[in-house]
């Protein structure tokens, strides 16, 4: 079985572009969940969705932050403009709905803004 | 208050011996889920086991095994017969069920293994 997909796995950009990050959560999974990982902070969750709906974005630093998902099988996370703070790894899981269910992780997208 | 504590920032055993990792919680939730996860270098986040609030027994998996103790609210993961492979990071998370917390993993820091042979 797939796991969780992500795209693109590394990036490199300059500071003031636009950045789209992809995921493609575990098929029949209805809750997914962007992470972001760096140093200082360690694993913080930026966002969650069940069922395609966004249920907490008080993780979202700012606005230059969204996501979106549109259907079951597909999110973005978009940064716009990016700053160098926001290089990090970003994480997408998903998991089954109830609480108890395990998040799977996808293998990240290591993100360098210059 | 963090929310999950992993006090020990890193842990060195000998091949084949075991190791236990420390992880203590604070919640005020009766309904809650711990996990442990491992990361490796190359970066990818890997489950290794659960344990429910409510569960009467350690979960197991392998060898890795969780001694949970919800009075001390503590929820240590143990591992046996310890490999090469198993230099990596381990993470404690919990999720809660309450509130605005539903669903939402909190991780710890995180505790930096190495394995000697």
């Known amino acids: 079985d797939a796991g969780v997909i992500q795209s693109p796995r590394h990036e490199v950009t300059e500071m003031g572009q636009e950045v789209t990050l992809r995921c493609k959560p575990i098929?029949?999974?209805?809750?997914l969940f962007w992470y972001r990982q760096t140093m200082m902070r360690g694993l913080e969750l930026l966002i969650y969705?069940?069922?395609?709906?966004?249920?907490?974005d008080s993780g979202m630093p700012e606005d230059r932050f969204s996501a979106k998902m549109p259907n079951a099988s597909f999110s973005t996370l978009k940064i716009q403009p990016s700053e160098p703070r926001d290089s990090a790894v970003y994480f997408c899981?998903?998991?089954?709905?109830?609480?108890?269910?395990?998040?799977?992780f996808g293998p990240g997208t290591r993100l360098l803004v210059l | 208050a963090q929310k999950i504590t992993q006090t020990q920032p890193g842990m060195f055993v000998q091949e084949k011996e075991a190791v236990t990792l420390d992880c203590t919680y604070d919640?005020?939730?009766?309904?809650?889920?711990l996990f442990w996860y491992k990361q490796p270098s190359s970066g990818e986040m890997i489950f290794l086991i659960y344990?429910?609030?409510?569960?009467?027994q350690n979960a197991t998996e392998g060898r890795y095994s969780l001694n949970f103790q919800k009075a001390r609210k503590s929820a240590n993961l143990v591992i046996s017969a310890s490999q090469l492979g198993d230099s990596a990071m381990y993470f404690c998370?919990?999720?809660?069920?309450?509130?605005?917390?539903?669903?939402?993993?909190?991780f710890g820091q995180g505790t930096i293994l190495t394995v000697h042979p």
């Open positions: 899981a998903s998991s089954l709905a109830t609480f108890a269910e395990t998040q799977y």
């Open positions: 969705f069940n069922n395609n709906v966004p249920i907490d």
């Open positions: 919640t005020s939730d009766q309904s809650y889920g």
């Open positions: 998370a919990m999720r809660e069920v309450g509130g605005t917390s539903y669903g939402k993993l909190t």
């Open positions: 098929s029949g999974h209805n809750s």
């Open positions: 344990q429910g609030s409510y569960d009467e």
